[in-house]
């Protein structure tokens, strides 16, 4: 069945440092690849999306690039901010209507 | 124009006691899907319901968990007979339509704690 992996965390950094969360995923065909970020007692809210090899998505100075030949979606910042600490999520939706989530990366970002 | 609307936030029940989450859609949204999110784990589909109708619930449980979304008020998740295993997050997300792709106007609520003790 589809499957997303994700780097473990605790991922700390200090403000301005650059970000890589990793994320791999397992899938049959072409799935739609997201990262979601969650603050402290919300909701998840979508960061960003890509919908075929090779689209970069980007928002908010994140981005992720869908790389078919490794099955990726690696999420990148290029200076973190103390705001950005949150929980990110990667996830795939094969056929439209349903999210297979990644088990989710804690970003502490120190000042 | 209010997000999606959860209640509980928190909700600690017994073992064996029945718990109830409530979802409230976005205005204009039509269709619901419920997410668990057990500890140290991703969010997993539960069921995805438009009103009045369950139109898939292969990630539900077998028994005791039951979901419904009727004409008028809120999409309710119900667990029968808590046991220690329920303990979770439950998320719900609204969209406005179900063609190809509705993920892409999935907006999340802000979960219910489901404690159970």
């Known amino acids: 069945g589809n499957s997303v992996t994700q780097m473990e965390g605790p991922v700390t950094l200090s403000e301005e440092a650059f970000l890589t969360i990793n994320c791999t995923y397992t899938?049959?065909?072409?799935?739609?690849l997201f990262w979601y970020v969650q603050y402290p007692g919300e909701g998840l809210q979508l960061l960003l999306k890509?919908?075929?090899?090779?689209d970069k998505g980007s928002n908010k100075g994140f981005e992720a690039t869908y790389r078919k030949e490794t099955t990726s979606f690696h999420l990148e910042k290029g200076s973190v901010q103390v705001s950005d600490s949150a929980v990110y999520f990667c996830?795939?939706?094969?056929?439209?209507?349903?999210?297979?989530f990644g088990a989710g990366t804690i970003l502490r970002v120190k000042s | 124009n209010a997000g999606v609307m959860q209640n509980p936030r928190h909700l600690v029940r017994r073992r064996g006691q029945e718990a109830r989450l409530r979802c409230s859609p976005m205005?204009?949204?039509?269709?619901v899907y419920w997410y668990r999110q057990l500890p140290e784990e991703g969010l997993k589909f539960m069921v995805y319901?438009?009103?009045?109708?369950?139109?898939?619930e292969s990630g539900m449980p077998k028994e005791r968990f039951s979901a419904e979304f009727p004409k008028e008020g809120p999409s309710i998740l119900r667990i029968q007979q808590v046991v220690r295993g329920d303990s979770a997050a439950y998320f719900c997300?609204?969209?406005?339509?179900?063609?190809?792709?509705?993920?892409?106007?999935?907006?999340f609520g802000s979960g219910t704690r489901l404690t159970v003790v």
């Open positions: 997300a609204s969209s406005p339509d179900r063609a190809p792709g509705s993920v892409y106007g999935y907006t």
């Open positions: 899938a049959t065909g072409y799935p739609s």
């Open positions: 890509a919908t075929k090899a090779d």
């Open positions: 996830a795939l939706s094969q056929y439209g209507n349903k999210l297979v």
């Open positions: 205005k204009g949204h039509s269709h």
């Open positions: 319901l438009q009103k009045e109708n369950i139109i898939d």
